[in-house]
């Protein structure tokens, strides 16, 4: 290039000036103006590939719930709702750039609605989320809120949330901008009242105001280094399209309910009434009020993020017999397979299913308590048969004695069932 030649941008066309640099290639040259057009161009390019990455996910409520029929039982409510709630969510994203049919309406922004799931503890919570991210396929992140804490604090800021959900799209941060983020426990950031002691609460009030804007949307600035110190790039997500579901099992919750419900009556003599029958646990959570919410710990504007409510129910005996055998990931699958491992068999006598479904149901641990049972029920067996040849598989079995039922454990020979096995006696394992 001549000396005193005047150059222009390849793109607009612009002369270059001191007011307007220009950026040299090796066959042209572009503006600042040209760079940032460029930049939108590109930005809006990456979405357009999302959104037809994520259109053939898209599906109706209807196969949102029968999908996760086949891994949680019962829990019908909370399952609806989740799917209305996740097909309402994406339908809003997938048709965000097109044109209103109402003119009236085309300047109409629809807002997410996040979700709130309250129920005893076992009873498939986290289960149900989990279940919902494979159906869709978005990049999904399970995050514990015991671990939260203000910033400046020992533990996780709830910014590390964000972190991991761009580490499960794989640094793709418009695939990020479409995940779902679950918290559970989210009843143990509940504030905590005026003590004596007057230790500051870091891990619950502060933690909801840190949660207010990343839940309704905001743009986070994310190291892009598992490590703050280093000084690495950032990268901003916009978490206005992140679905955020909480669940809690709220202990208490329903007596805060039960005092509204059914207020106690103070009067005495003449003039008191008879005490009125207990209200069952589901029926409790199914009256629930954001303001039992809120005594409980939650401050108003953390409940008001979360619009839709929902509450899963106790399992009884019925539902933990389906949990033992029907899911795809049912518990008594997952342990014939474990055996099958071994090449040997493993059955239960339907008895001993309604024993195991009953005991549980005593422990009041909801579904986990299924697990503890038959761990406790096989573990001599586990622990004597992979050094045992000649025997085909164990059956478990109820043995009735008056009052009292304990279960059995028999083993099976190649060729005949033995009288030799396991008992439970109190709870431990202890030879035939």
């Keep these: ?56 996910q898209l599906r109706t409520p209807e196969a949102i719930k029968k999908h996760l029929d086949d891994y949680v039982v019962g829990q019908d409510l909370a399952k609806e709702t989740l799917s209305v709630a996740v097909f309402n969510h994406f339908l809003r994203l997938l048709n965000s750039t097109k044109e209103s049919l109402n003119d009236d309406e085309s300047d109409v922004e629809l807002e997410k609605s996040n979700v709130l799931m309250v129920g005893p503890s076992g009873t498939g919570k986290t289960l149900i989320v989990r279940s919902l991210a494979k159906i869709l396929g978005v990049p999904f992140v399970s995050a514990d809120a015991t671990s939260l804490t203000q910033a400046g604090y020992v533990g996780d800021d709830v910014d590390s949330i964000i972190s991991r959900l761009l580490e499960a799209a794989e640094g793709d941060v418009n695939r990020a901008q479409w995940g779902i983020v679950y918290i559970d426990e989210i009843d143990k950031i509940a504030k905590r009242g005026g003590g004596a002691n007057g230790v500051r609460d870091v891990s619950g009030e502060g933690v909801q105001q840190a949660l207010l804007k990343l839940v309704e949307g905001a743009e986070q600035n994310i190291s892009k280094s598992t490590k703050r110190r280093e000084n690495s790039d950032e990268v901003t997500i916009d978490t206005r399209n992140i679905l955020f579901i909480v669940g809690g099992a709220f202990p208490g919750l329903e007596e805060l309910i039960s005092s509204r419900v059914q ?170």
């Design 263 to 432: 207020p106690k009556d103070t009067s005495i003599g003449f003039h008191s009434k008879p005490e009125e029958a207990s209200i069952e646990l589901d029926d409790l959570l199914a009256a629930m009020l954001p303001d039992d919410l809120q005594r409980f710990g939650l401050i108003p504007e953390f409940i008001g993020r979360f619009p839709i409510v929902t509450f899963l129910e106790e399992l009884d005996v019925e539902a933990m017999l389906k949990i033992l055998t029907e899911p795809k990931n049912a518990l008594v699958k997952q342990y014939r397979q474990l055996f099958s491992y071994q090449g040997r068999s493993l059955e239960f006598s339907e008895e001993a299913l309604t024993f195991i479904a009953e005991d549980a149901v005593s422990r009041k641990t909801g579904a986990r308590g299924l697990r503890s049972i038959l761990e406790a029920t096989l573990q001599k067996v586990m622990f004597e048969m992979p050094s045992q040849d000649g025997l085909a598989g164990c059956v478990v079995d109820l043995r009735t004695s008056g009052e009292e039922r304990e279960l059995t454990v028999k083993y099976l020979s190649s060729e005949l069932e033995t009288g030799s096995g396991l008992k439970i006696e109190g709870g431990s394992l202890a030879s035939l």
């Design 1 to 56: 290039m001549a000396e005193g030649e005047k150059v222009y941008c390849s793109f607009c066309g612009v002369e270059k000036s001191p007011q307007v640099p220009l950026i040299s290639g090796n066959d042209g040259r572009i503006c600042e103006s040209c760079v940032t057009l460029a930049h939108q161009v590109v930005s809006s390019w990456g979405k357009t590939q999302v959104s037809k990455e994520m259109k053939p």
